[in-house]
């Protein structure tokens, strides 16, 4: 049987069918409870298609009978009523009298109960019975309170009760509360009820005015149009006040008295929670806020001690847009009186603007300046001005306040309202400087948002179109259109962008125009290998960065700084200015620069060997870049946190993130290259070096300027750790080669620490160059910081001595490398290094006492091999050894434990 999809209600789903399919086994209830148009009715109507075979007994609570005791009841037995006369005499008597009308004393009621109990446990002799009451708590409290005793005493019965409600089931009861629905599931819910999908930012303006409410969705798109849908109209901002929603709120809005909707709808206009406002408002109304206790009993708002607020969002535009016009006028008018300090002007405008009819210059005019004054809300500020582009009639004046609107909608993080308000722009005649502008929003929302391939084409011809208006724009163009061609994997396309650069930079030029410039012929010269002319340019950077001042001083301005100091290996300086990238940003409350600033952060933290600060960075980085529907830099998060927690050999937490990017990174995409790099260090920690070193020989094609190169750069000393146990090196040598050209270009003394280990690593095993590198890499890398990478390096040069057979040596570094791994709470490579020294005769940490009594630490190690599966051949490969030794050493283990077989082994290691 096909049945229809309940969006986002997949737990519930689940609940009833358990509920269903457990009636063999005895009766069981479930409450499903939540706000109105969350979805109750259609979990019973699924409840009723899931039960075929089972006899239905339905009802549901009805407000206009709740005063009637039991009428519930009898509508949800009548069909079974003839079975009354099979109970016994004084049950029978008491079920008729209650439902005929005749009540129930209270002493009766414990028989009424139990009437009504035996009369169901009859029903379901046939077959099973499944029993459900929709909206429970509307109708008369009699029938709530007897479904609820009756449901608590199913049993053995194979009986089951549903029942919704809008408030907390009874006690004693299992329920589950529909939660809104999620932005994802909002916009799948839309698609099935239009023809055609509404496009992104439209349907994300619906799920954000639904407040994730399905029926509101269900009601905003039935009176969506086809414009509309397309983005060239502005999207319904409420759900229509002739839906079912509103419908049903209007029910419990007409209960209430005259004098608690009046302060229901001032608190509903209110643009925030603050208590001190509405009492004001309520105030000048002559009323009190006291008023609104009805309200607070039906569930509608909540009132607290310094706040008030609307449980379900949902409530607020419902009463907002049932209020008649002219009250709602009224109120806002009301609301614009009291807001009489300077800090509540942007506020105060608002309130005047809400109602106007037609342009107003004057009330646009003072709606722009105090939006630009602002008061630390971006997004109030963009509705405002938003109004004040309604407000104008000069066509260009309004272009450019809707733009302005645009612009700080995406500072406040609102990436749809941003997308809907740029739409809008292109769906008239503005000005060429508007449309340049509009052009570089569009692509840095398309390059934070996606898709990034939209966002090239609007940042070249933004950088086109400010080219001879303003050139630093037009700079800020290019370096986002670099970023575009780098997070896609095209590199090769930043050679024209640094040559535009170039034709716009002009000597003398401001700070921050300098440093634009500087940073895009740095990171041109850095792809092409020329890191002599990438080197100064990109210091150049990194001084100006850190001299910004003023307006100047901006969370770009610092981002690009931060890149650049990357690229040239100054962590330090690179980590201080994504530091004051991070705090900038967070004090302007720009939401949209944070994932960006904090991408750097972790890129300099992770440089500096400080993982866990890098991935605290790149976890606030995931979660503000969901928030602000930023899906591609959430996708580099996430990769960063699955290299961050492959590196300490999480293989748990790396493919949960892994999971979670799904399959929406493009092929050469940053966060498919990152993806692939935390895969190929899980294989190379786990022995599977050639699929490890395929991996990332895969991630970009040095002197074609595609793939991810920069990210392939990091993980070289992974590319050659893993090509190390193969015959043929040909990738791992050419990207050491790239390796070694920029680190020998930088005064980095972990970089070139790095590059002498992966030399010693491709050197011939056993041989004096091999050490002298494995010892030149320890001698370069740096005592107070990269802790990780120091002990890497001394894990590896032990293992090296160790094959060598220089025991005694090897166990020097191996110590090192272990009490290293130990302190950083890396517990797998502890244990390797722990392995490492058995077997250069020293037992390190806690094993299985008989084993290390009967075993070297070499047996141990190869019979621990063997048990997990591995073949001679395999424990060869991985131990350094030919595969006559290990067999040598498995008969002696077999000996020494008394046992026969690879079964015996594993049993006895178990």
Do not use: K
């Amino acid at each position: 049987m096909q049945l229809t999809v309940l969006r986002g209600r997949d737990d519930e789903c689940q609940a009833i069918r358990r509920l269903l399919d457990g009636l063999a086994d005895g009766g069981s209830a479930l409450v499903v409870h939540g706000e109105p148009g969350s979805g109750r009715s259609a979990l019973v109507a699924y409840a009723h298609r899931l039960a075929a075979g089972h006899t239905v007994l339905a009802g549901t609570g009805l407000t206009e009978e709740a005063a009637l005791p039991y009428a519930g009841l009898q509508r949800l037995l009548d069909p079974v009523l003839d079975r009354v006369a099979a109970l016994p005499g004084t049950p029978a008597r008491v079920l008729r009298r209650a439902l005929t009308g005749g009540g129930c004393p209270p002493e009766r009621r414990l028989a009424l109960n139990l009437a009504v109990l035996r009369l169901l446990a009859a029903v379901a002799r046939d077959r099973p019975l499944l029993c459900t009451m929709d909206d429970v708590d509307r109708g008369d409290r009699s029938t709530a309170e007897t479904l609820a005793f009756v449901a608590r005493r199913l049993g053995t019965l194979p009986v089951a009760v549903l029942l919704t409600a809008s408030t907390t089931p009874p006690g004693g009861l299992p329920g589950h509360r529909l939660r809104p629905l999620d932005e994802p599931d909002s916009v799948a819910l839309l698609a099935d009820r239009l023809p055609e999908a509404p496009v992104p930012a439209v349907a994300a303006a619906l799920a954000a005015a639904a407040g994730g409410n399905p029926q509101a969705l269900v009601d905003l798109a039935g009176v969506l149009t086809a414009e509309q849908c397309r983005g060239e109209e502005p999207p319904p901002a409420a759900p229509p006040a002739d839906g079912a929603l509103a419908r049903a709120y209007r029910r419990r809005l007409d209960d209430l008295p005259a004098e608690t909707r009046r302060v229901l709808l001032l608190a509903a206009l209110a643009d925030d929670d603050e208590p001190d406002t509405l009492v004001r408002a309520a105030r000048a109304a002559g009323t009190a806020v006291a008023a609104l206790a009805p309200a607070e009993e039906a569930g509608l708002v909540l009132l607290e001690a310094h706040r008030i607020t609307f449980p379900q969002p949902v409530v607020r535009t419902v009463v907002a847009a049932l209020a008649p016009l002219a009250e709602r006028r009224a109120a806002h008018l009301l609301l614009a009186g009291v807001l009489d300090g300077p800090a509540d002007r942007l506020r105060r405008a608002t309130h005047r603007s809400a109602e106007a009819a037609g342009p107003d210059p004057e009330l646009a005019a003072e709606l722009e300046q105090a939006a630009v004054v602002g008061d630390g809300n971006w997004t109030r500020a963009s509705v405002a001005l938003q109004r004040a582009a309604d407000l104008t009639a000069d066509p260009a004046r309004a272009a450019e306040r809707r733009l302005t609107a645009a612009r700080y909608a995406w500072h406040g993080g609102a990436a749809a309202r941003t997308r809907l308000l740029l739409a809008g722009l292109r769906a008239v005649p503005v000005p060429a400087s508007v449309a340049a502008r509009a052009a570089l929003l569009r692509g840095e929302v398309a390059l934070r948002c996606g898709p990034v391939s939209a966002a090239l084409p609007e940042l070249l011809a933004a950088a086109d179109g400010l080219a001879g208006t303003d050139r630093a724009l037009a700079l800020a163009a290019l370096a986002r259109a670099g970023e575009a061609v780098s997070f896609s994997g095209e590199q090769y396309r930043y050679t024209d962008i640094a040559r535009r650069a170039a034709q716009l930079s002009r000597p003398g030029d401001p700070p921050d125009t300098e440093l634009i410039g500087h940073y895009l012929a740095g990171v041109a010269a850095t792809l092409r290998g020329d890191h002599e002319q990438a080197g100064p340019a990109l210091r150049r950077a990194v001084v100006l960065g850190g001299q910004l001042t003023g307006p100047a001083l901006t969370p770009a301005a610092l981002t690009w700084a931060a890149a650049a100091g990357l690229l040239v290996a100054v962590e330090g300086a690179a980590h201080r200015l994504a530091d004051r990238a991070v705090d900038l940003a967070r004090a302007r409350g720009e939401l949209s620069a944070l994932p960006r600033a904090l991408e750097l952060r972790a890129t300099a933290e992770y440089w500096l060997g400080r993982h866990e600060a890098a991935t605290e960075s790149s976890r606030e980085g995931l979660r503000v870049a969901r928030a602000t529907g930023q899906a591609d830099s959430a996708g580099v998060h996430l990769g960063m946190l699955a290299v961050l927690a492959a590196v300490r050999a999480d293989r748990a937490t790396c493919l949960r993130r892994l999971r979670e990017t799904g399959e929406s990174p493009a092929p050469h995409s940053r966060p498919r290259a990152l993806a692939q790099w935390a895969l190929a260090v899980l294989d190379l920690t786990d022995g599977r070096h050639e699929a490890a070193a395929a991996r990332l020989a895969a991630l970009a094609r040095p002197g074609t300027g595609r793939g991810q190169i920069l990210v392939q750069v990091m993980a070289t000393p992974y590319l050659v750790e893993a090509a190390a146990h193969l015959p043929h090196r040909p990738a791992a040598t050419a990207a050491l080669a790239v390796f070694d050209r920029w680190a020998s270009s930088t005064a980095s003394p972990s970089r070139r620490a790095l590059s002498a280990r992966c030399h010693a690593l491709l050197a011939r095993r056993g041989s004096a160059e091999a050490q002298e590198r494995f010892r030149a890499a320890l001698r370069l890398h740096p005592l107070d910081a990269g802790t990780f990478e120091r002990a890497r390096t001394a894990l590896l040069y032990g293992r090296e001595l160790r094959r060598a057979r220089r025991p005694r040596d090897a166990r020097e570094h191996l110590h090192d490398a272990w009490e290293a791994f130990t302190l950083l709470g890396a517990t797998v490579w502890a244990e390797q290094a722990t392995v490492e020294l058995r077997a250069a005769g020293e037992s390190v940490g806690a094993v299985d006492p008989a084993a290390v009594r009967l075993l070297t630490g070499q047996q141990l190690r190869i019979a621990q091999l063997v048990a997990e599966g591995a073949t001679n051949r395999e424990v060869a490969a991985r131990m350094f050894l030919s595969t006559r030794t290990v067999d040598h050493h498995l008969r002696n283990i077999f000996h020494r434990l008394g046992i026969r077989s690879r079964t015996e082994l594993a049993r006895a290691l178990a």
